[in-house]
Nanobody, 123 residues
Framework: QVQLVESGGGLVQPGGSLRLSCAASLRLFNTYAMSWYRQAPGKERELVAAITSTGGITNYADSVKGRFTISRDNAKKTVYLQMSTLKPEDTAVYYC????????????????WGQGTQVTVSS
């Protein structure tokens, strides 16, 4: 059974930092693009950051550029989100997502989600 398990969330003061981790029990983890999404109360889920399967390309929402960094360790099957200079508007549940499009060896598009971890930025 595939599992994505997020950790590292918590309460932090404005201007502080947190590092989220997402450990994946995925075969061929290094074939999946990984992303972090977040959802604040009353708002839609939004993409925060994404990284390609090899880690060569990253992408960020404008609201977090220069403050957040996504990275991955394929040997550990883990993706990270380093969050710095946190703001109250960063408060949300953060979700890890793994996606692999259809391939020559797997005709099924794979799309998995973690259960989420709460990040609260408040003084």
């Amino acid at each position: 059974q595939v599992q994505l398990v997020e950790s590292g969330g918590g309460l932090v003061q404005p201007g502080g930092s947190l590092r989220l981790s997402c450990a994946a029990s995925l075969r061929l983890f290094n074939t999946y693009a990984m992303s972090w999404y977040r959802q604040a109360p009353g708002k839609e889920r939004e993409l925060v950051a994404a990284i390609t399967s090899t880690g060569g390309i990253t992408n960020y929402a404008d609201s977090v550029k220069g403050r957040f960094t996504i990275s991955r360790d394929n040997a550990k099957k883990t993706v990270y989100l380093q969050m710095s200079t946190l703001k109250p508007e960063d408060t949300a549940v953060y979700y890890c997502n793994a996606v692999r499009e259809r391939t020559s060896y797997d005709v099924t598009r794979r799309d998995y989600w973690g259960q989420g971890t709460q990040v609260t930025v408040s003084s």
